[in-house]
């Protein structure tokens, strides 16, 4: 008979509509995962899948089977959740991701009063962007994220929390960063060392000039933050970086930054949990824990609290004093 094993992965192969991208969300080998469906196929005595050009689609057996599966799983959850919930001891296990500067803020305190609190439940917390995380919200593959919100997805919830400014990042001598506020018009004749990826600072600074009708100074594209950051030390160019990024630098005095206004570049951050599941109580516990090791640690990292209905990714017009930035 088949197990709830091979109608997941069966389930998973159904969403996604390729082998190839079910295998790397499940973390098995393709092969492997052929093996799996052939195996249902012979054990029902039907064809579940044909393939096309673009990957596999149901046959109608296939459709019916699906179905099938994921009542299955979906009942098979619910129990779950509920035999977790008459224990007195919170157990099961999450997956967290979270963007490498918020990271470095809130991961350790994170997970060390995670473990405080919940000795025997398990969470397994990741490094990653912004783009991933969603992709793997959006799969199942995360259940809770911290997220530079975006456009709107009905595979994950998310709350705007925080609210991030873009500093302009240089060596600790150069004049540019002598003073705490910068204007974007001034930062835009400057040497920049910018990485690629328009769903980041990059993407946020581009969207900025273009309202704007004007053009960075780009002298350098490089997705690497270690050596960008080696760059500017080294006085190739400026970066444009959350101060999250850089605290230590610019603390230690290995480098300077300004916030930048006029407009500033601002970008709302997210507790976002996946949709396609019911959410265990591991994963709930942990969203939670999440959203206040980020307001405590909002002052330190310079975030500001979110105004209720601001969109995501904006940019504001409205020029506000360091000190006000960098509160809770």
Known sequence: MFTLHQMSAFECVARSGSLTQAAATLGVSQPALSRTIRLLEAELGVQLLFRTGRGVELTEGGQVFLDF?????????????????????????????????????????????????????????????????????????????????????????????????????????????????????????????????????????????????????????LDATVSLLDLIRQEKGYGLFPYCVVKQEVESGALQASRIVDPCLTRDIAIATTSVRPLSPVA????????????????????????????????????RSAATSSGP
């Open 69 to 221: 599966c994921r009542e299955t799983l979906d009942n098979v959850r619910a129990v779950r959740l509920k035999l977790e919930e008459l224990s007195t001891t919170l157990q099961g296990s999450a997956r967290i991701a979270m963007p490498t500067g918020i990271a470095s803020m809130t991961m350790a305190p994170f997970v060390t009063r995670f473990n405080e609190l919940f000795p025997v439940a398990r969470i397994h917390v990741s490094e990653a962007f912004t783009g991933d995380i969603v992709r793997r919200l959006s799969t199942g593959a995360v259940d809770v994220g911290v997220i530079y919100t975006g456009p709107a997805s009905q595979a994950i919830s998310r709350e705007n929390v925080l609210g991030e400014d873009i500093y302009l990042v240089g060596p600790p001598d150069a004049a540019a960063v002598q003073v705490s506020e910068i204007g974007l018009h001034e930062v835009l004749k400057l040497p920049l060392i910018l990485p690629t990826r328009q769903e980041g600072v990059r993407g946020l600074l581009d969207r900025a000039i273009s309202d704007l009708g004007q053009q960075a100074n780009v002298v350098i594209e």
């Open 284 to 319: 709930r516990q942990a969203a939670s824990l999440l959203r206040a090791s980020l307001l405590k640690e909002a002052k330190s990292a310079r975030w500001s609290r979110t105004p209720s209905g601001v969109p995501a990714g904006h940019t504001t017009p409205v020029a």
